[in-house]
Nanobody, 118 residues
């Protein structure tokens, strides 16, 4: 089993910045890829940014050039630096990972609210 704990959400004005952190914990696991999804009210959950085990990244078109994902393998932690934020970035942000423990499966964090005011 893998547990994901997010932190760093909050309220920010348009044009501002926030950094989300997700710490993974558990026993004898290997993360294949890890990243962030978000879900705004009335909308489907969407991928925001993902990073894999060789540090290849993938971003949603809507955040390219504004958000940066990074990871600290020693700490099993992933970060999402969000700059030049827009009201449309308002959503609950979920940490996600695909990991091998006893079997390979997906794991989700509990979510953290990000609100961008105009």
């Amino acid at each position: 089993q893998v547990q994901l704990v997010e932190s760093g959400g909050g309220l920010v004005q348009a044009g501002g910045s926030l950094r989300l952190t997700c710490a993974a914990s558990g026993s004898s696991f290997e993360i294949k890829l890890i990243g962030w999804y978000r879900q705004a009210p009335g909308k489907q959950r969407e991928s925001v940014a993902i990073i894999n085990s060789v540090d290849s990244t993938n971003y949603a078109d809507s955040v390219k050039g504004r958000f940066t994902i990074s990871r600290d393998n020693a700490k099993n932690t992933v970060y999402l630096q969000m700059n030049s934020m827009k009201p449309e970035d308002t959503a609950v942000y979920y940490c996600y990972c695909l990991a091998t423990s006893s079997t390979m499966r997906s794991y989700w964090g509990q979510g953290t609210q990000v609100t961008v005011s105009s």
